[in-house]
């Protein structure tokens, strides 16, 4: 058994059922897997928990934060969903196209930055919202861009 597998039916050992586990299961094969779900990952998961694959990429397909595809050292996500778009996300996502030049849904070909539209990311409140390396950054406004395109480029 991989360590991974071994890891996962340790988490499903705190659930009533084996599926009620795919959720942390894939976040931790996402980790393992430098960032993303490749096949393969998917297909651990499923075996860890005794499940039909096509349950776990279901599960895998639906949430923003599993990505089936790798991405960037730098993950840049704007919610474009009703209360931020309200509030200019759109030309936020355009600041951050243009500043990182990377269109939304690409990563950019030296591999540095992923930049993608999400749904509500849960901080309508203080929107527009942008999470950058899993970190909120809210509200950001398209003058605000350029700095963290800065910042990230530098590294901090
Ligand atoms: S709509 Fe953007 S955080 Fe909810």
């Excluded at 039916?9 to 009620?20: D, L």
């Excluded at 899993?134 to 901090?156: C, M, T």
């Amino acid at each position: 058994m991989s360590s991974l597998a071994g890891e996962i039916e340790k988490i499903a050992a705190g659930y009533p059922e084996s599926r009620s586990a795919i959720l942390p299961a894939l976040r931790l094969a996402q980790e393992e897997h430098g960032g993303w779900l490749p096949p393969e990952a998917l297909r651990e998961v499923a075996d860890a928990l005794d499940l039909a694959p096509a349950q776990v990429e279901a599960v895998a397909s639906f949430y923003d934060m599993l990505h089936l595809a790798p991405i960037g050292k730098h993950l840049v996500e704007v919610c474009t969903n009703l209360s931020c778009g309200l509030v200019g996300a759109q030309q936020v996502l355009e600041a951050f196209e243009e500043g990182l030049g990377v269109r939304p849904g690409e990563t950019s070909e030296d591999g540095e930055f992923t930049l993608r539209a999400i749904e509500c990311a849960g901080g309508c409140g203080r929107a527009p919202v942008v999470v950058v390396d899993e970190h909120y950054r809210e509200p950001v406004r398209p003058e605000d861009v350029p700095a963290i395109v800065e910042e990230l480029k530098r590294g901090d």
